[in-house]
C-alpha cells in the first residue's frame, strides 16, 4: 500500500466520521416533533420522487426559467455522483476498483459521459454566478456567502476533474483519452509543453485537490442551506399526497396544550421542512404579504424555525426547557407575531415550493397557541371572536335577518327527502348588502334550471372558516359539530355553496366530524347546468372585456380553475382575459386567513395591489367567485378611482342578467 493510498484512507475516515456525527445531531433533533403519520401510498411516493426531484418537474414549474439551469446542475451531479463514488473507491483501493476495468466500451462511454457533465455543470456554475451578481431576482439573497463557497466548491470539483485528467492524457495513461474532449483539450492546449515529471506531479496535485474539496463539500453541507442536497429528495417522498386544504382537529381535554409555542410541538414532518428550504424565493416571490411589504417572508419563517430548533434542540433532547422562544420579535431564531397575523392562508408559498415545505398549517398551529393558550392576538378580533360565538356570524347580526332575501327569491325551506339541494347561502350572501344580490341571482338560475333547492333561513350557521384559519379551534369545534348535527338532522345530502371558503370548509375541514354530504360550489352547478343545456342565454348583459379572478380557496385550495372561465366563454362567447398573475400563481384578494376582518397597517394594501393587477388588464369587468373577493375588489376600485368605469359582478351575477 503506497504512502499516498495510507493517507487518503486516514483522512477518508476522519471526514466521513464528522460528516456521520453531523448528520446524526441535525437529524436527531428531527426525532423531537410530534408523530405524523407519511408513510402511507408507499407507490404513489415513490412516484413523486421519480417525478418532482429526479425528473426536476419541481424547480422547472411554474414559469420559473432559471430552474432550467438547476435542473442542468442536478442531472449532471447525478451522472458525477457516480464518478466521484468511484473516485472515493478507488482512493482507497487503487489495486482493486476502477471503472477502467470496465470493458473498454462500457468505459469508453462513461468517460465521454462524465466529461460532458463535467463541462455541463460547471457552465452551470458560472451561470447561477452571473445571475447572482449580474441580475439577481428580488426574492432571494442573491450575495449570500454561503452560496457563493458551495459554487466555488462545485466549480473547485469540475476544474480538478479536468486538470487531473487532463494530466493524465498528456502523460498517455489515460485509456479513454479518445473520448474525453473537454480534459483532452485542457492537456493539448494549458498544460501542453510540461515535461511529463510535472504532468505527473500536476495529476497528483489535482487528485488531492478533488478529494478534499469533494470531502469537505459533504462535511459543509449538514451546516448550510444546502444541507437540502440531503433532504430535498426525502421530503418530496414525505410529502402530503393531497392538496392541503384543511387543518388537523384539536382534542379538547383537560390539561392539554393548543397548537405551537415551542418546536418541539411540531410534527417532525414541520421539523424535516426546515431542513428541506432551498431558500430558492419561490414562496416569497408568491406571497401577497411579502409583496406588499409585511412582516411575513415564508422563507425566513421556515429558516427561523430551523434556527430555533438547532439552538433548543440539544437541549431538549437532554430534557431540558427551551432556551429561545419560538414566538419573539426581531430575533433570527424565533418567528415574529406580525408575520404569524400578516398570512391570508392563500396557499401560494406551498404550491410553488420545488420540496413541498409546508408553511400554511405552521402559521396556524403557532395562531392557535397565541388565541387558546395566551388569548394573545390582533384587538379588532376580539368582537370578531365573539359574534361568531354569540350569533354565527361576523357582524353580530340577529339570526332573523338571515331570510331578508327570501321573499324576494321565492326561496323555500329545505324539506327532508322533499327537497334535493340543500342551498348554503352563507354569511355574506345572506347578511351583507352587495352578497345578497349575488344570493338572488344564484337564486334565479337555480329556478332557470328547474333544480329542486331550500334554505335553512334563520337556522343556517356559520361555517366557522375565518375562525378556523384565525386559530380559535375552540369555537370552530363548536360551530363544526353543531352544523354538521344540524346537517344530518335536516336529512341534506347534496349542498350547494357561492362563497369559497364555505365551500373549502363544508367539503373538506367537516370531513374531521364524520360529515359525508356532497358539496358543490355554484361555479361548478352552473358550468354542469350549462353543459346540460338547462340553462338558455338571450345574450343579455353588456359585460364588455371580463377579466377572471381566481379565489385562493377555490382555485389552489381545491383545484376549480377551468369550470368558471367555461361560464363566461359561454355567456359571452369570449374566454375572459387573465391577469398576469393566474390560475395556480393566482394573486390573493388578502380576505383569507381572517384577513378580511383585520386591518392592513403596515406596508401596501394587498387588496390594492391586486386591484392594480386587474386594471393593467383595462377591463371593464372584474369576475370573482367570492363575496370576500368582491368586497376587496370594490374597495380596491374605490381607492383607485376607477369604481364608475370598472365594475365587479359574481359569476352567478352574470349568467343571471344573461338567462332567457
Known sequence: MSANTLIFIVIFIIFIAFFGW??????????????????????????????YPFAQRCT????????????????????????????????????????????????????????????????????????????PPSYIDAKSVDAFVILGLVATLMVAFFG??????????????GYMPI???????????????????????????????????????????????????????????????????????????????RVDQFTWKDLFDSYSCTECGRCVDNCPAAFTGKALDPK???????????????????????????????REDSVSEAAIWDCTTCGACMEVCPVFIEHVPKIVDVRRNLVEMKAKFPPELLNFFENMEGRSNPWGIAPEKRTAWMEEAGAKPFEADVTEYLFYVGCAGALDPRSRRVTLATAK?????????????????????????????????????????????????????????????????????????????????????????????????????VVFHDSCYLGRYNSIYEQPRKVIAAVTNKAPAEMERNHEKAFCCGGG???????????????????????????DTICTCCPYCMTM?????????????VRVLDLAEIVAAALE
Open 22 to 51: 453531523s448528520c446524526y445531531h441535525r437529524f436527531r433533533l428531527v426525532a423531537l416533533g410530534k408523530p405524523d403519520n407519511r408513510f402511507k401510498d408507499i407507490a404513489k411516493r415513490i412516484w413523486s420522487v421519480i417525478y
Open 633 to 645: 375588489f370594490e374597495d380596491g376600485l374605490k381607492d383607485k378611482n376607477s369604481e364608475d368605469s
Open 60 to 135: 422547472i414549474s411554474h414559469g420559473y426559467r432559471f430552474g432550467i439551469n438547476h435542473a442542468i446542475l442536478f442531472w449532471a451531479f447525478m451522472l458525477l455522483l457516480i464518478a466521484n463514488t468511484e473516485f472515493l473507491l478507488h482512493g482507497l483501493a487503487p489495486d482493486y476498483i476502477s471503472l477502467s476495468r470496465l470493458p473498454a466500451g462500457a468505459y469508453h462511454a462513461l468517460a465521454w459521459i462524465f466529461d460532458i457533465a463535467s463541462i455541463i455543470a460547471l457552465l452551470a456554475v458560472c451561470s447561477a454566478v452571473i445571475r447572482r451578481l449580474i441580475f
Open 300 to 330: 425566513v419563517l421556515i429558516h427561523n424555525i430551523k434556527v430555533n430548533m438547532l439552538k433548543n434542540g440539544p437541549g431538549l433532547v437532554r430534557g431540558e426547557e427551551p432556551v429561545t422562544p419560538l414566538i419573539a420579535d426581531d
Open 445 to 545: 338560475v337555480l329556478n332557470a334550471a328547474g333544480i329542486s333547492w331550500g334554505v335553512l333561513g334563520k337556522e343556517e350557521l356559520c361555517c366557522g372558516d375565518s375562525v378556523r384559519r384565525l386559530g380559535n379551534e375552540y369555537i370552530f369545534d363548536l360551530m363544526a359539530r353543531e352544523n354538521v348535527n344540524l346537517f344530518k338532522e335536516k336529512g341534506v345530502k347534496k349542498i350547494i355553496v357561492q362563497c369559497p371558503h364555505c365551500y373549502n370548509t363544508l367539503k373538506n375541514d367537516y370531513r374531521q366530524y364524520g360529515a359525508d354530504f356532497e358539496v358543490i360550489h355554484h361555479a361548478e352547478f352552473i358550468n354542469n347546468l350549462i353543459e346540460e343545456g338547462r340553462l338558455k342565454f338571450n345574450g343579455g348583459g353588456d359585460f364588455g372585456k
Open 183 to 261: 480534459s483532452a483539450f485542457v492537456s493539448t492546449t494549458i498544460l501542453s509543453g510540461i515535461s511529463a515529471g510535472a504532468l505527473e506531479i500536476t495529476a497528483n496535485i489535482f487528485w488531492w485537490i478533488h478529494a478534499i474539496v469533494l470531502l469537505t463539500f459533504l462535511n459543509y453541507l449538514p451546516y448550510s442551506k444546502h444541507m437540502h442536497i440531503l433532504t430535498a429528495i426525502p421530503n418530496c417522498f414525505f410529502r402530503s399526497l393531497e392538496k392541503i386544504n384543511t387543518q388537523p382537529r384539536e382534542e379538547f381535554a383537560k390539561g392539554n396544550i393548543y397548537g405551537v409555542e
Open 164 to 177: 487531473m485528467h487532463g494530466a493524465e492524457i498528456g502523460q498517455g495513461i489515460e485509456k479513454a483519452a
Open 593 to 619: 386567513g381572517g384577513r378580511m376582518w383585520m386591518e392592513e397597517s403596515v406596508g401596501d394594501r394587498i387588496y390594492i395591489a391586486r386591484t392594480e393587477q386587474a386594471l393593467k388588464e383595462e377591463p
